[in-house]
């Protein structure tokens, strides 16, 4: 049921607050008992969010796996980059350095960004991500180190990225 109007024009009613959800099938749907350990990864869930930190030992922790590990688990990628072009082909092993480099950064603070695979596709690379933050920091990256085109789609009603890098000289 949409609200409308009173004021819109006859016979034409006016839509408000009308917003699109974002739909994510590994969104928590709300608070998990604390402290609760991801048997897979040992992520731990405390204060409302994912973290390294390792609950207290005198509280027994209930297991359940995180987001992230349950995407690599189902292969279902929230992000996806893209790196093509001659360029990305001669310099690869630099490329993966910067790639790897950025997980690092972001996984320590975040636990669920995470590459889920690095795959050769001709003419360059995929990336596939836990998440749709981490492909844009490294797409980011690889722009600031050598330029390139870059093109970033988020898909407007589900949880996923589309960027693709590109440089050929």
């Not at 739909?23 to 405390?46: F, I, M, N």
């Not at 796996?65 to 990628?77: E, G, I, K, T």
Request: charged share 30%; proline share 5%; aromatic share 6%.
């Amino acid at each position: 049921m949409s609200k409308t109007d009173d004021r819109a024009p006859a016979g034409r009613p006016q839509i408000r607050n009308l917003r699109e959800r974002r739909h994510d099938t590994y969104k928590l749907r709300g608070k998990l008992p604390e402290p609760t350990v991801c048997p897979q990864c040992g992520a731990s869930y405390h204060k409302g969010h994912w973290t390294w930190e390792k609950p207290s030992s005198d509280e027994e922790a209930h297991s359940q796996l995180c987001q992230a590990c349950q995407r690599m688990n189902d292969s279902y990628p929230a992000g996806e980059l893209t790196i093509g072009g001659a360029f990305a082909v001669a310099h690869q092993e630099e490329i993966l350095n910067l790639a790897n480099n950025t997980e690092k950064q972001e996984k320590a603070e975040h636990p669920l960004n995470r590459i889920m695979a690095i795959d050769n596709i001709e003419g360059g690379l995929r990336i596939l991500t836990t998440d749709i933050h981490l492909p844009r920091r490294i797409a980011e990256g690889l722009e600031r180190a050598w330029d390139g085109e870059l093109d970033i789609h988020y898909d407007k009603e589900g949880y996923f990225v589309r960027i693709s890098w590109r440089r050929e000289h």
